[in-house]
């Protein structure tokens, strides 16, 4: 395969997970450069085909790898959903510079 490629390895809801392969961007912070493999990403209209599938196969990664969980999350979600009285409310404090 070729490293610089934009193509991206597909998933499967087997739990395979999906890749990219291309050559990472730099993006500079202060006085270095770092290497940004997922810059291709970047999609400010939403539109990019390659883009949008690479995201459903994560999606589709972490929902098959977290479905023996899913149980586990649902009991935790009532726990402390029970924990929590529905009409708590506090008006904003101010401390330090910040508001609470």
């Known amino acids: 395969m070729n490293e610089t490629s934009a193509t991206k390895l597909g998933s499967s809801t ?3 997970r999906s890749r ?3 050559a990472p961007e730099y993006t500079r912070a202060g ?5 940004d493999p ?7 209209t939403r539109k990019d085909k ?9 999606t589709a990664y972490a929902t098959a790898v977290l479905t023996p969980a899913k149980r586990l999350e649902d009991k935790m979600f009532t ?7 529905e009409d708590d409310s506090s008006v904003p404090t101010f401390d330090e510079g910040y508001w609470y």
């Open 38 to 44: 997922y810059y291709w990403l970047r999609d400010d």
């Open 79 to 85: 726990e402390m959903r029970a924990r929590i009285k």
């Open 20 to 22: 990219t392969l291309t």
């Open 31 to 35: 006085n270095a450069d770092y290497p």
């Open 50 to 58: 390659a883009v949008l599938a690479y995201l459903e196969a994560e």
């Open 14 to 16: 087997s739990g395979t």
